[in-house]
């Protein structure tokens, strides 16, 4: 009842796992990754063990293809598994048991693994693949639209229900702190790709770094802006027109907000927080 891709970017040095599925909570079972290791999709009767244990196999230098023999051979139910791996070096790997319900298969190319079950037929599987590997932007993006592309191709026999996107590098965490760059999941919803694809817009604005073109100094109309926009959300009273008054409200928006990460110097503003401003509702 699921589709899934896994996928490598050399560039960013990020792996990652999207995956869509007429099942609750789909991001607690599918997806496994680790920077500098790789990533793994287990899926159809998923064998949740085959995540840190294919993990650790990955970590020892095993390839994708003798990972998914280590972790396929002894386990007797296999024939109703399914996972797709891509190791450290962005070589992959799919498996589809014989006893996966049609339509079920999957694909392999550079970089990535396609692999569904329970599928309205093979289209989705090939849109996930030709998607993944003709989409610019990153590992992120191109994941997240092939997951789409995959939908619009017929998706899930029974429909949707919940999807995940997940997505490590080096540091890529809150505050560098961990490998968790993208960890996103829309457990229960009637259009989860589409939740899920607004999660993502707001994991951008919270947790990207800024963009250089953005910054820009609290003047002018910039001032202007901002001034109404505290104003009208209620950080800042009419009667304050200050400069002063006007970034000190602004500090307390952003860390009430949780936008520390695109917080500047005193005196100037990341563009994209102001114009995230202007859509919110009061």
């Excluded at 817009?201 to 109309?221: C, M, N, R, W």
Aim: glycine residues 10%; hydrophobic residues 35%.
């Amino acid at each position: 009842m699921t589709y899934s891709i896994v996928g490598f970017c050399p560039k960013e040095k990020a792996w990652g796992v999207a995956v869509q599925s007429k099942f609750l909570g789909v991001g607690s079972v599918v997806p496994w990754a680790k920077a500098g290791v790789g990533a793994i999709a287990t899926q159809s009767y998923a064998n949740t063990s085959y995540g840190p244990d294919g993990l650790a196999y990955l970590e020892e230098g095993k390839s994708a293809q003798d990972v998914m023999q280590a972790l396929t051979e002894p386990d007797e139910q296999r024939e109703s598994r399914q996972v797709g791996i891509v190791d450290s070096q962005g070589n992959t790997a799919t498996f589809t048991g014989k006893e996966c319900y049609d339509w079920a298969g999957g694909l392999t190319g550079e970089h990535f693994a396609a692999q569904g079950n329970i599928l309205v037929s093979a289209a989705t599987v090939q849109a996930l693949a030709n998607t993944f590997a003709n989409t610019k932007g990153s590992l992120a993006d191109r994941l997240l639209a092939a997951l789409e592309s995959g939908q619009e191709a017929g998706g899930d026999k029974r429909g949707m229900q919940s999807a995940s996107l997940l997505v490590v590098k080096e540091q890529g965490g809150y505050g560098g702190f961990n490998d968790r760059y993208i960890d996103l999941r829309v457990e229960d919803h009637e259009q989860p790709i589409e939740e899920l694809k607004r999660l993502v817009t707001l994991h951008a604005l919270y947790f990207q770094k800024t963009l250089q073109e953005d910054i820009a100094s609290i003047e002018g109309v910039v001032e202007d802006d901002l001034r109404n926009e505290l104003i009208r959300l209620d950080y800042l009273a009419t009667s304050a027109t200050s400069t002063n008054k006007v970034t000190d409200a602004f500090k307390t928006y952003l860390h009430a907000e949780n936008f520390e990460m695109r917080e500047q110097q005193t005196g100037y503003i990341d563009l994209a927080v102001l114009r995230y401003m202007k859509q919110q509702n009061v």
